[in-house]
């Protein structure tokens, strides 16, 4: 076996930022669309919601599968979730507000997909500031209640994109469906849901 296959985190990685080389290609392609701003705003903010409910994923498969070390792969996914949130913000102040202050706030106030963004944003910051094993140690605690603003800004998150699509509003809310089962299975009965799947999924041991 190869030995980048040996290092899961190494090809996790790999996985995480192909959406980033598949921006960089097509940007020197040309092949970003009639709109490029447009295409790497959306795009970016794709893989911040997917990397949101992967990362809201990974609890559940550890209770499912019954293998604890996938809880290794949570902080990995939700660093590369503030990854790319960064560069969908970075996307909207840079190339769409020309980091224009007055614009940037009016905007905010005046669009509400833009102020919920902004939010989720905002309340990403200290969780991917608190995320080191230091962290964890010296809040105590406290980092796990801070962390489970993630729930809040995966459903900001959805509700962003609700609000900006105005046609066609399958995407969000497939990611809202998505969104609630993964919260309805940190709930007491979801969790024994997947507890009863487990027995039924792995056989007992003899």
Same mark, same amino acid.
Do not use: N
């Given at each position: 076996m190869p030995a980048f296959l040996r290092k899961p985190?190494?090809?996790?990685s790999g996985l995480c930022l192909l959406p980033l080389v598949r921006l960089i290609v097509l940007g020197f392609n040309g092949d970003l669309g009639a709109n490029p701003i447009e295409f790497i705003t959306r795009s970016t903010g794709t893989? *911040?919601?997917?990397?949101? /409910? &992967?990362? &809201?994923?990974?609890?559940p498969l550890r209770r499912l599968s019954g293998h604890a070390d996938l809880i290794r792969y949570r902080r990995m996914l @939700?660093?590369?979730?503030?990854?790319?949130?960064? &560069?969908?913000?970075? *996307?909207? &102040?840079?190339?769409? !507000?020309f980091f224009d202050p007055a614009a940037i706030v009016k905007d905010i106030i005046k669009r509400p997909f833009i102020t919920v963004g902004f939010t989720a944003f905002v309340l990403l910051i200290p969780l991917a +500031?608190?995320? *080191?094993?230091? /962290? /964890?140690?010296?809040?105590?605690?406290?980092? !796990? !209640?801070?962390?489970?603003?993630?729930?809040?800004?995966?459903?900001?998150? #959805? +509700?962003?994109?609700l609000w900006l699509v105005k046609k066609d509003l399958t995407e969000p809310l497939i990611? @809202?469906? #998505?969104?609630t089962l993964l919260l309805l299975m940190r709930l007491p009965w979801g969790v024994m849901l997947l507890k009863v799947a487990r027995s039924r999924l792995v056989p007992a041991r003899s």
């Open positions: 985190k190494l090809w996790l893989w *911040t919601l997917v990397g949101l /409910m &992967l990362t &809201l994923s990974v609890t @939700g660093l590369f979730t503030f990854f790319y949130a960064g &560069l969908h913000f970075s *996307t909207y &102040l840079w190339l769409d !507000q +500031v608190t995320s *080191t094993h230091a /962290m /964890m140690r010296r809040l105590g605690r406290r980092w !796990q !209640q801070l962390h489970r603003l993630v729930y809040a800004i995966a459903i900001l998150g #959805v +509700v962003h994109y990611y @809202g469906v #998505v969104l």
